[in-house]
C-alpha cells in the first residue's frame, strides 16, 4: 500500500498569503496525483487531478507540481473560502490511498 | 448539474446489514468508473471500493474485502454498496464518488450518508 504524508498538519495564515503544502508518497506514483479540498460538513471537492491539472471550475490560484514521490499545492493568494481541510491522493495502485491531511486555518 | 445522491445509512447493530444507492444524474454515468470512499467522525478520508464503468472490475479496501459488495446498475444510473457483517470500526459518512477525468480519480460527489454501527 502505498503511503501518502501530508506536511505540516495545520498552516494559520491569513488571506493573501501563499500556503504551500506538501504531500510525500512512500513509492513513486508517477503523476497519478490529485488534491481535493474539504469544508467542515462538505463533500470534499477536486481541485486537481494528475499531479498538475485543474478541475473544471478550480480559480487559477490553485496550482500544483510535482511527480513520482514529492508533490506541492499552492494557493497564490489565500482568499477567506480557501480555510479547509487539503487531501492528497493516489490512483498509481490499488488500493487508492489518501494522505492525512492539511488543514489551512485562519491565524 | 451534477448530482450525486446517496441513501441508505442509518443504525444498525454490529454483525447487520445496510445496503447503500447513490444515483446519478447530469453526467454520463455509464461511462464513469465509480468508487465509494469513507469518512469516520473527525477523521481523514478512507477509500473503500471501486467499480469499473461496465462493473466488469472491482477493488475493496482490505479491511472490508469479503464483507462488503460494489455493483452497478448502468440502466437505472445508480451505484451501491451492499455492507455484511458490520464492525463498530465502519461508522462513518459513506460518500459516492468519481466521473470523469480516469479510473480513480473523484470529480464528483454526493452528499454523504452516516452509517451508525452500534448495539
Known amino acids: 500500500e502505498i503511503v501518502l504524508t501530508q506536511s505540516p498538519a495545520t498552516l494559520s495564515l491569513s488571506p493573501g498569503e501563499r500556503p504551500t503544502l506538501s504531500c510525500r508518497a512512500s513509492?513513486?506514483?508517477?503523476?497519478?496525483l490529485a488534491w481535493y479540498q474539504q469544508k467542515p460538513g462538505q463533500a470534499p471537492r477536486l481541485l486537481i487531478y494528475?499531479?498538475?491539472n485543474r478541475a473544471t471550475g478550480i480559480p487559477a490560484r490553485f496550482s500544483a507540481s510535482g511527480s513520482g514521490t514529492d508533490f506541492t499545492l499552492t494557493i497564490s493568494s489565500l482568499e477567506p473560502e480557501d480555510f479547509a481541510v487539503y487531501y492528497c491522493?493516489?490512483?498509481?495502485?490499488?488500493?487508492?490511498?489518501f494522505g492525512g491531511g492539511t488543514k489551512v486555518e485562519i491565524k | 448539474e451534477v448530482q450525486l445522491l446517496e441513501s441508505g445509512g442509518g443504525l444498525v447493530q454490529p454483525g447487520g446489514s445496510l445496503r447503500l444507492s447513490c444515483t446519478a444524474s447530469?453526467?454520463?454515468?455509464?461511462?464513469?468508473?465509480m468508487s465509494w470512499v469513507r469518512q469516520a467522525p473527525g477523521k481523514g478520508l478512507d477509500w473503500v471500493s471501486s467499480?469499473?464503468?461496465?462493473?466488469?472490475?472491482?477493488y475493496y479496501a482490505d479491511s472490508v474485502k469479503g464483507r462488503f459488495t460494489i455493483s452497478r446498475d448502468n440502466s437505472k444510473d445508480t451505484l451501491y454498496l451492499q455492507m455484511n457483517s458490520l464492525r463498530p470500526e465502519d461508522m462513518a459518512v459513506y460518500f459516492c464518488?468519481?466521473?470523469?477525468?480516469?479510473?480513480?480519480?473523484?470529480?464528483?460527489w454526493g452528499q454523504g450518508t452516516l452509517v451508525t454501527v452500534s448495539s
Open positions: 464518488a468519481g466521473g470523469k477525468y480516469n479510473f480513480g480519480t473523484l470529480a464528483y
Open positions: 447530469g453526467f454520463t454515468f455509464s461511462n464513469s468508473a
Open positions: 467499480i469499473s464503468s461496465s462493473g466488469a472490475t472491482t
Open positions: 513509492q513513486s506514483v508517477s503523476s497519478n
Open positions: 494528475d499531479a498538475s
Open positions: 491522493q493516489q490512483r498509481s495502485n490499488w488500493p487508492l490511498t
